[in-house]
């Protein structure tokens, strides 16, 4: 019986993926001709925004579904609850660094924050080695990553 279980928690695994799979490049595609429609050029930071935020309530959903389907087993459930509270928890890093870089006076900024590296793609044609410093030092103040682990890209 448990490696039947362990096929149909496997086989609903698979088919949740197909299915975010699809309504990831359904809404993509809505999303393009919305903006295509009404003209609106959406600029890099907000289309990543999005993308981002569209990946995470997927993945969340994903682990719900773990979480309440009557077939997962204890250690199925207990992992979803802890890569869903990962993921919480990344989110939250995330939002308060781009916050506290863009009162550095930045105009745009996103910080991806993954196991080995922190990202931080800031809206700027060119970075001063002073800015450089204060965004090394937000990043160092939150996560406690040394400067080997961050990586600053300026976007236009």
């Known amino acids: 019986m448990k490696k039947r279980t362990k096929i149909i928690i496997l086989v609903a695994m698979v088919a949740l993926l197909g299915v975010t799979g699809y309504l990831n490049i359904a809404l993509n595609n809505r999303v393009v001709d919305a903006s295509t429609q009404t003209g609106s050029n959406i600029s890099y930071f907000d ?18 579904a773990i979480i309440k389907s009557e077939s997962s087993s204890a250690d199925a459930i207990a992992n979803a609850e802890s890569k869903k509270l990962e993921i919480i928890t990344q989110m939250e890093s995330e939002l308060v660094m781009e916050g506290l870089i863009k009162a550095k006076g930045f105009a745009d900024v996103i910080v991806t924050n993954s196991a080995s590296y922190i990202n931080v793609i800031v809206k700027s044609a060119e970075l001063t080695s002073s800015e450089v410093a204060q965004i090394v030092s937000v990043v ?10 961050i990586k600053i890209i300026p976007v236009e």
């Not at 990543?48 to 997927?58: A, I, L």
């Not at 160092?140 to 682990?149: A, C, F, H, V, W």
Request: aromatic content about 14%.
């Open 140 to 149: 160092q103040e939150q996560t406690g990553k040394s400067i080997d682990y």
């Open 47 to 64: 289309g990543y925004r999005g993308d981002r935020q569209t990946t995470r309530d997927q993945e969340l959903l994903y682990y719900d």
